[in-house]
């Protein structure tokens, strides 16, 4: 039990979900899971752990933004013995490329957090997913005939920018960073920290270059699709 966890040891099982929204963590739970049980409800920010095709799996949501997820991953590292993390979520587009509904898979995570230099002195250090995680996920997309990105994610500390649309970014999308959202180069810092796999799946829901959004059906049909991929990779 931790000041932001109640759930007690063994709650969880090895391999989570982490979407940030706590509603979603709920919705994966009950849509997808088998006896999923409640593990954790503080603060709301709900965590389950149930079955997915008879393998133990948990879902716990983060909350928005590397501050917030780096507290539920380290306890989820370092108090239950989580051995291998999955963020769920959506991501704004930085390429034309990048079509709305389109998955990414964060092969690695550029920031402009101070959270990643935390230790690092003079170095900067270059977050990036679990190798495996990543190729299993790239694999199972290409099966599913899914359309999927892999490359460089932005987690920003920033969602709304002093300068709107795409200059808030600068030479970013310029050198290969293909989406923006606000949790993955902590989580993937903490992963090799403590020497466990980590991965960020991410669907595109509103592209900064084109000004497309998802709309809310195809928003539920893509997200489905992404949550039963991440189970899949999870559990293997
Ligand atoms: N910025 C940051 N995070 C996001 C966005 C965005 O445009 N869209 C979805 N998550």
């Not at 108090?79 to 034309?96: D, E, P, S």
């Not at 829901?205 to 893509?222: M, N, P």
Request: contains cysteine; hydrophobic residues 40%.
């Amino acid at each position: 039990m931790t000041p932001h966890n109640h759930a007690k040891p063994g709650d969880y099982a090895e391999a989570v979900l982490l979407p940030g929204d706590p509603l979603r963590a709920k919705w994966v739970a009950e849509t997808f899971l088998k006896d999923a049980k409640l593990v954790n409800s503080v603060r709301n920010c709900l965590g389950y752990t149930g079955t997915w095709n008879g393998k133990p799996v948990s879902v716990q949501a983060t909350g928005m933004g590397q501050p917030s997820l780096s507290i539920y991953v380290h306890e989820l590292i370092n108090v239950y013995g989580l051995k291998k993390l999955i963020r769920i979520g959506t991501c704004g587009g930085l390429n034309a490329a990048v079509k709305v509904r389109d998955l990414i898979l964060a092969q690695g995570s550029s920031t402009d957090s101070t959270i990643v230099k935390d230790g690092f002195g003079a170095f900067n250090f270059a977050p990036i997913a679990d190798y495996g995680l990543l190729r299993s996920a790239a694999d199972k997309a290409e099966a599913k005939g899914m359309r999927y990105h892999v490359g460089n994610m932005l987690s920003s500390d920033i969602f709304y920018h002093v300068e709107p649309g795409m200059a808030g970014y600068g030479r970013l999308p310029s050198h290969g960073v293909i989406g923006v959202e606000m949790e993955s180069a902590a989580l993937y810092t903490l992963a090799a920290r403590f020497g466990v796999k980590a991965l960020t799946v991410c669907t595109m829901t509103d592209c900064l270059v084109t000004g497309d959004e998802i709309d809310a059906e195809a928003r539920q049909t893509s997200l489905k699709d992404m949550v039963a991929l991440a189970l899949d990779v999870a559990t293997e």
